[in-house]
């Protein structure tokens, strides 16, 4: 992870239009859709998993009178799902809602009865977050949004993909009417007052069901009060103009293959956003369900970059424990980094919005820091980038160069194995400690020269394989056992000098 830079683009998506529709509409299986309400379906980024939310369902934690649990079930092959269950996806207490996911599955908007920061407990939205996207969510972080206690009877959430931003649909005192879309933006641990998304948006009927796409940008909601519904309420898409979150362009009715004469309630968008499930109605079962329907190209998501990949040591081959990625948005207000860790195998996902720069750091504790700048301006079509990340650990050296006794000159051997070090690992930029040894024939003085002499022979050799002569540091520690026995004579594998990986001035571990 050395210093790429990424520039790719993205044509202007202010406005949506309205295409021509080949209609893809189909009604799930009834293992999910026999019992009614079911609502709020979220798919799992491997299309095999599917959260839904059974209201006032008999085996709901609380009973009949429960108005809201997570059920779950699981794809068989094709269209077959087995009947949902409520089985335990958590290690906490389990939300009564699932909102969202992200799109490496690895974060969730939940809602359920949560500690806050002061020891209440109290029904609050949540980000729960797990290892790997088939583990149970182990560690959940309480949205503390200020002066929000009490969300009410009816509400819904979606959070944006890198979690600063939660779109919620509510009603509360001095809206526009019914329920009104806000948004509240997180800057480190804190969370704002949330803001309305403006007229453009909310009518004095019901605004309800967001979806944030994974871009960052482009917004799904549920209206009841707007002139060109076809029904009682209609899904509409629309865009972000600009970061003020107010600014958005005119929604646009999805028409005939998403919208009935009845209710669309809940909407989620599956994968990189051709297609997407929305809770809605037909004459031909006469009842509620959750359907599967197709997205056009105008209707979909813009375009944005997934940059994934996996943090390994290069010399072991094995993912670095404990790693992260630091990111920096170079366009945020806000001055916290967003953190990111990574699963059990080394492995990270990121959604990269279009018209920004990033800084990316790889963090572990006793390894050697990795920076990428990417810059991303427009693009023709979601893409990923893949990189493979290499941490160093400090405390482990890259090579040892070995030396003939009472020499410090470096053979063309040891310098092949340099050049090699150098090129696979693209080390030219990287900080080294270069330690000589001898072994312990001769005396001190000499064998402290010998060893300094070794350290700066392999910094030139190191120079010649391409890396930066100021980022190296030599030093020379003469014998290396200093107890060695008299009657020891030879020790060859003390001749040597090791090269371990440095942190560059100014840069924490």
Not at 80 to 95: G, K, S, V, Y
Request: with cysteine.
């Amino acid at each position: 992870m050395t210093g790429l830079v990424l520039c790719v683009s993205l044509p202007a998506t202010n406005g949506i239009a309205q295409g021509p529709t080949t209609c893809m509409r189909q009604r799930l299986p009834e293992s999910i859709n026999k019992f009614q309400p079911t609502t709020i379906p979220v798919l799992s980024p491997d299309g095999q998993t599917l959260f839904v939310d059974r209201k006032l369902h008999p085996e709901n934690e609380e009973g009949a009178s429960d108005p809201d649990d997570v059920w779950i079930s699981h794809r068989m092959g094709g269209s077959i799902w087995t009947e949902p269950e409520r089985t335990a996806f958590t290690t906490f207490r389990r939300p009564d809602v699932l909102f969202s996911l992200s799109r490496d599955g690895r974060r969730a908007l939940v809602y359920g009865r949560y500690l806050y920061r002061d020891g209440d407990s109290i029904r609050c939205f949540a980000v729960a977050e797990r290892i790997d996207a088939g583990l149970p969510f182990s560690v959940l972080t309480p949205i503390d949004l200020p002066a929000m206690r009490d969300m009410g009877r009816n509400f819904y959430g979606s959070l944006s993909d890198d979690a600063t931003a939660l779109v919620i649909a509510m009603n509360r005192p001095g809206g526009v009417g019914d329920l009104d879309l806000y948004v509240s933006r997180r800057c480190g641990d804190k969370w704002s007052t949330p803001v309305s998304l403006g007229h453009t948006i909310n009518t004095k009927a019901f605004e309800g069901a967001p979806c944030l796409a994974p871009d960052g940008l482009t917004l799904y909601f549920s209206s009841s009060g707007r002139d060109d519904r076809r029904g009682k309420a209609d899904m509409y898409v629309t865009r972000r103009l600009d970061d003020t979150w107010t600014s958005w362009s005119r929604p646009v009715n999805m028409g005939p293959c998403i919208n009935t004469l009845e209710d669309e309630t809940s909407f989620s968008l599956i994968g990189d956003g051709d297609s997407a499930l929305v809770t809605s109605w037909d004459p031909e079962h006469g009842r509620p369900g959750i359907y599967l329907v197709g997205l056009t190209t105008d209707q979909r998501p813009a375009p944005y970059v997934m940059f994934s990949g996996r943090i390994t040591n290069p010399l072991t081959g094995q993912p670095v424990e404990g790693a992260r990625l630091v990111v920096r948005d170079s366009t945020s207000t806000c001055r916290e980094a967003l953190i990111y860790g990574t699963g059990a195998n080394g492995d990270f996902t990121i959604t990269l919005a279009s018209g920004k720069r990033y800084g990316i750091e790889a963090q572990a504790a006793h390894h050697i820091s990795a920076t990428q700048t990417i810059g991303v301006r427009r693009l023709d079509s979601t893409s990923e980038l893949r990189l493979s990340v290499y941490l160093f650990d400090h405390r482990m050296p890259l090579a040892s160069v070995f030396f003939e006794r009472g020499s410090y000159e470096v053979g063309p051997v040891e310098q092949a194995k340099l050049d090699e070090l150098v090129q696979r690992y693209g080390l030219r930029a990287i900080s080294f400690e270069v330690v000589g040894y001898t072994d312990p024939i001769g005396n001190q003085r000499d064998n402290a020269r010998l060893s300094k002499g070794r350290a700066e022979a392999t910094r030139e050799a190191l120079r010649k394989a391409g890396a930066d002569e100021k980022r190296i540091e030599a030093t020379g520690r003469g014998v290396e056992y200093q107890g060695t026995q008299l009657f020891l004579k030879e020790h060859p594998q003390s001749r040597r000098v090791d090269i371990f990986p440095a942190q560059p001035p100014g840069r924490g571990q």
